[in-house]
């Protein structure tokens, strides 16, 4: 069974430009997750999706950061313009409805310069 | 709010020697707990789960964890340490009946031959 996948691996950019990261949920899993990771930290929730739902995203900071899930299947995570301080690994996590198990994908690593 | 502390940023170990990874967690309702481990450039994997079964754990690896309510804690142990444990482990702590996780800052596990 495939993974979680994520693309891409790596991303540098410099400071005001766009970014965006995709993520392929685990096939079947209805509920989708992104999460930063800053250095040294554990990952923080952004938003996640039960199905097309953005159904918690008050952690995501909407005035630069927006993100979608069309067809409830694939997601896409936007950052514009990018700052400094958005360097960081952006997980993607998938699980089933009402379960707490989730499984994580590789990480987009961001570097801003 | 839930919450959990690590409490140590760094343990190091030598091969075949026993492991402890220390969590204590904060939780206003009966938690779920987890620990997950990512190793370098990889994704979180899951090693266990505890959700009001059994308090004593059995994981992936060889690693086991045991809730006990009256201290708040969820320490994570292994009997032997192998050089392929060394990565970083994250206590991970949810509410029963949602499906935010809030994670650890992380414990690096050191393994020396």
């Known amino acids: 069974e495939a993974g979680v996948v994520q693309s891409p691996r790596y991303k540098i950019i410099e400071k005001k430009q766009p970014v965006a990261f995709w993520c392929n949920p685990i096939?079947?899993?209805?509920?989708l997750y992104w999460y930063r990771q800053n250095l040294g930290q554990g990952p923080e929730l952004l938003i996640r999706y039960e199905n097309e739902e953005a159904v918690d995203d008050s952690q995501l900071p909407k005035d630069r950061f927006s993100a979608e899930r069309l067809k409830g299947v694939d997601s896409t995570l936007k950052i514009q313009p990018a700052e400094l301080g958005d360097s960081a690994v952006y997980l993607c996590a998938s699980s089933l409805l009402g379960v707490h198990e989730q499984y994580f994908g590789p990480g987009t690593r961001l570097t801003v310069t | 709010a839930q919450s959990v502390t690590q409490l140590d940023s760094h343990v190091s170990v030598s091969e075949g020697t026993p492991v402890l990874l220390r969590c204590n967690y904060s939780s206003s309702y009966s938690p779920s707990l987890f620990w997950y481990v990512q190793h370098p450039n990889k994704g979180l994997q899951l090693l266990l789960k505890?959700?009001?079964?059994?308090?004593l754990v059995k994981g992936i690896n060889g690693f086991e964890a045991e809730f006990k309510k009256s201290e708040t804690s969820f320490h994570l142990t292994k009997p032997s340490a192998h050089m392929s444990d060394a990565a970083e482990y994250f206590c991970v702590v949810s509410n029963t009946g949602f499906q935010k996780l809030v994670f650890g800052t992380g414990t690096r596990l050191l393994v020396s031959p």
């Open positions: 096939s079947g899993h209805n509920t």
């Open positions: 505890y959700t009001s079964a059994a308090t």
